[in-house]
């Protein structure tokens, strides 16, 4: 085996596993600053310049306050939840492209971890066993509260991965691939797939919302009804885990839907520029600009949070099953009878 080729994967991993752990924490500070300007207040101000320092000093807190864990709990499994949460939302970043290669010398280097051709189903695949970490957690702590919140996750996530997949299937019909890294590269300037699938676009992103419990579909962890839903019982670090979790699910939501709809690491006039950067410089320009894509989702996740009302739960039911599937698989018909006539014609 190529030892090179193995110290760019160990690095491409951990700087990927760098970034998302930064931007999970500083999501946070965001989340409070976009709060604070949609309501006419300032959001944290006092650690450091802007308040910038906040996320590290609520780390610190985080690992500092004292952990308990109730009486009653299935200790084991009480620990393995968060980290179950924290894994599932890691590893969904695997199979994202987040730039042309890079050519160093003769040696050309993928920004990619790897480029396996069910690229879409194993996504989906981490999508659904990220719902065990909030399961676990939620039973494990033996209160009746977490549990509700535990099967409402489920339920949630069950009703909802129906619909996303069903959008999905649509856009495979258009692109013919299930390779990530293919469906991005096919993409090339303004052939952004947003553009052929604006109802798939517009049925995955609301499913986004609901597979990452963000408002307005956050009933696990809705506080008027349970508390604080599945991870009630949870406290220091094992509580950042499941905070953690959540931003970091965002952030993948966000890189999954600027991938397959808004062209990942294209735009408009990249061979211009990639012609007169270089080989090194132009592909980090297609990954800043890939980056730009994904804060921009994320800026639409908060937005959404901070101004619709959450959903009653029968209402998130009726939107998932009559509302959303249906749609989807129209979708699916419509666009397979365009591919058929544009092909035939």
């Known amino acids: 085996m190529d030892i090179a080729f193995v110290i760019e994967k160990f690095v491409l991993v ?8 930064v931007i999970a924490m500083y999501s946070t500070y965001a989340e409070r600053k976009v709060a604070a300007f949609l309501q006419d207040r300032l959001g944290p101000d006092r650690a450091g310049p802007f308040g910038i320092l906040q996320p ?47 050519t160093i010398g003769d040696r050309v280097i993928p920004l990619q971890v790897t480029d396996i051709n069910v690229g879409v189903l194993y996504i989906f695949g981490v999508v659904s066993l990220g719902v065990y970490g909030v399961m676990i957690g939620g039973w494990a702590s033996n209160n009746k509260y ?7 996750a489920a339920s949630q996530n069950i009703s909802y991965e129906i619909a996303m997949g069903l959008s999905i299937i649509a856009l495979l019909l258009v692109t013919n691939s299930m390779s990530v890294g293919e469906i991005v590269a096919n993409q090339h300037g303004w052939r952004w797939n947003v553009l052929y699938q604006p109802v798939g676009f517009l049925l995955f992103m609301i499913c986004a919302f ?57 735009y408009p006039g990249m061979d211009w520029v990639l012609a007169h950067t270089g080989q090194v410089i132009g592909p980090l320009i297609g990954t800043a600009v890939f980056f730009l894509k994904i804060f921009a989702f994320i800026f639409f996740f ?44």
């Open 14 to 21: 951990a700087i990927i596993f760098g970034i998302s752990l």
């Open 56 to 102: 590290l000093a609520d780390g610190v807190k985080m690992f500092m306050k004292e952990e308990i864990i109730p009486t009653n709990a299935s200790k084991w499994l009480f620990m393995v939840g968060p980290g179950l949460a924290m894994l599932t939302a890691c590893i969904g970043t695997a199979v994202i492209p987040w730039g042309t290669p890079i």
């Open 146 to 152: 977490s549990l509700l919140s535990a099967i409402r």
């Open 210 to 266: 609901a597979e990452t419990n963000r408002a307005p579909f956050d009933l696990p962890e809705c506080e008027t009804e349970l508390i604080g839903g599945y991870h009630t019982e949870y406290s220091s670090m094992k509580l950042g885990f499941y905070l953690f979790a959540e931003y970091i699910n965002m952030f993948v939501s966000a890189a999954v839907m600027a991938s397959l709809y808004f062209g990942g690491y294209n």
């Open 302 to 345: 908060m937005w959404v949070r901070w101004t619709i009302p959450r959903f009653r739960y029968d209402q998130l039911m009726h939107l998932g099953w009559k509302v959303l599937i249906p749609l989807a698989i129209a979708n699916i018909i419509v666009t397979s009878i365009v591919i058929a006539v544009i092909e035939k014609f």
